[in-house]
Every structure is written in structure tokens, then in C-alpha cells.
């Protein structure tokens, strides 16, 4: 009953602070003031003041949200696992996700591969310039 006065009576004093401010030709924040001040009159009107205190008052509601707080905390845990293991369940901590080798997949500008000169296998090193270094020769460098 008391939560019910303090809500009515602060939808009051609101709805005079917009009349005020609507009085001084300041209309859009009196109306944005009118909207918060009849937000607690309306949660008094269908009833959501009183399921809050009821719910406040209930130590059945409180496990309630102790469970449903244990159960956000075990999803985050979960969460925060997966992404140091490289999200893949069973996977150790210390090995990491190797990159895809370079004959992995096609260019995805869409160049075929037959003119192309090949790629230099696992054992091979991985510096040789001989296309740079036909370039150069072309243009004399």
C-alpha cells in the first residue's frame, strides 16, 4: 500500500514539473518528462509493484535468483574456457590452430591456378624470389 502512495504521488509531482516546463515553451522535454512520470503510475496500475514486493519478500524468489545466477555464472565459465581453448570441446589448452597452408584453397580474386608457377612444398624455403628477380631483369633494375 505504501509502495502504491510513493508511486502515485511521484507521477504527480512529475506530471507538475512537465506542466512547468511545458508553461516555459520547453514542449519536447515536458513531454519526455509527462513519459517518465507516468511510467510508476502504470506499473502501480497493472499490478508490477505489488508482484515486486511479493517477490521481494519471498525466500523462495531469492533461490530462485541465486539459481539463476549460479546457472549465468557456469555459462560464462563455459564461455570463457572455450575461447582459450580455441572452441573445440576436448581440445588441450596449449595447442594452438595452425593456419591453412598456402595451397589450401584457390586465390579469391578468382585467378586460376594453371599459369601460375607452384608453390614451393613444406621442405623448401619459403624466400625464393625468382619471380621478383625476372621482373627486375625485364625492366633492367
Known amino acids: 500500500m505504501l509502495a502504491e502512495t510513493v508511486c502515485s504521488a511521484v507521477a504527480a509531482a512529475g506530471l507538475g514539473i512537465a506542466a512547468i516546463t511545458a508553461y516555459r515553451k520547453r514542449f519536447l522535454a515536458a513531454t519526455r518528462i509527462a513519459a517518465y512520470a507516468l511510467v510508476p503510475l502504470g506499473l502501480v496500475m497493472t499490478g508490477a509493484v505489488q508482484w515486486l514486493a511479493d517477490t521481494a519478500f519471498s525466500p523462495t524468489a ?80
Open 62 to 141: 531469492w533461490v530462485g535468483f541465486a539459481v539463476l545466477g549460479f546457472a549465468w555464472v557456469l555459462f560464462m565459465t563455459a564461455r570463457t574456457v572455450e575461447r582459450r581453448r580455441g572452441g573445440k570441446e576436448g581440445k588441450p589448452a596449449g595447442e594452438k590452430k595452425r593456419a591453412a597452408e598456402p595451397s589450401a584453397s584457390a586465390p579469391a580474386l578468382g585467378q586460376s591456378r594453371r599459369g601460375t608457377a607452384p608453390k614451393p612444398e613444406a621442405g623448401a624455403p619459403a624466400d625464393d624470389f625468382s619471380d621478383i628477380e625476372a621482373i627486375l631483369k625485364k625492366h633492367n633494375i
